[in-house]
């Protein structure tokens, strides 16, 4: 069954898209092609598999948590370009004021 440009157009209207007469030449080929695969996979897709996102399943691997020494807040501030009254000083943006 092919798609014929008013059916094209038709569904150019639809999706609020406005579509030309080169473009429903050049689009009603391509979905019919489109479609004609959709067809094609669902004539292989059979009732006892069930769909799936992945071929495999997929299972997440978790690390331990571990508690660590972390940074004192002299130490995150020592590689900072700029610090003022115990933060990292940036620049302004957007004309704000303080």
Same mark, same amino acid.
Do not use: K, W, Y
């Given at each position: 069954?092919?798609?014929?440009?008013?059916? +094209?157009? /038709? &569904?150019?209207? =639809? /999706?609020?898209?406005? =579509?030309?007469?080169?473009? =429903?030449? %050049?689009? /009603? !080929?391509?979905?019919?092609?489109?479609?004609?695969?959709?067809?094609?996979?669902?004539?292989?897709?059979?009732?006892?598999?069930?769909?799936?996102? %992945?071929? &495999?399943? =997929?299972?997440? +691997?978790?690390?331990?948590?571990?508690?660590?020494?972390?940074?004192?807040?002299?130490?995150?501030?020592? *590689?900072? !370009? /700029?610090?003022?009254? *115990?933060?990292?000083? +940036?620049?302004?943006?957007? *004309?704000?004021?303080?």
């Amino acid at each position: 069954m092919a798609l014929s440009r008013e059916e +094209v157009a /038709a &569904l150019g209207r =639809l /999706a609020r898209i406005e =579509l030309s007469t080169e473009e =429903l030449e %050049h689009l /009603a !080929p391509q979905l019919d092609q489109i479609l004609e695969h959709v067809a094609r996979v669902s004539e292989v897709a059979a009732a006892d598999i069930q769909p799936t996102s %992945h071929p &495999l399943p =997929l299972s997440n +691997v978790f690390r331990a948590d571990e508690v660590r020494e972390c940074l004192t807040a002299e130490q995150a501030l020592s *590689g900072a !370009p /700029a610090v003022e009254d *115990g933060r990292f000083r +940036v620049p302004r943006i957007l *004309g704000e004021s303080a």
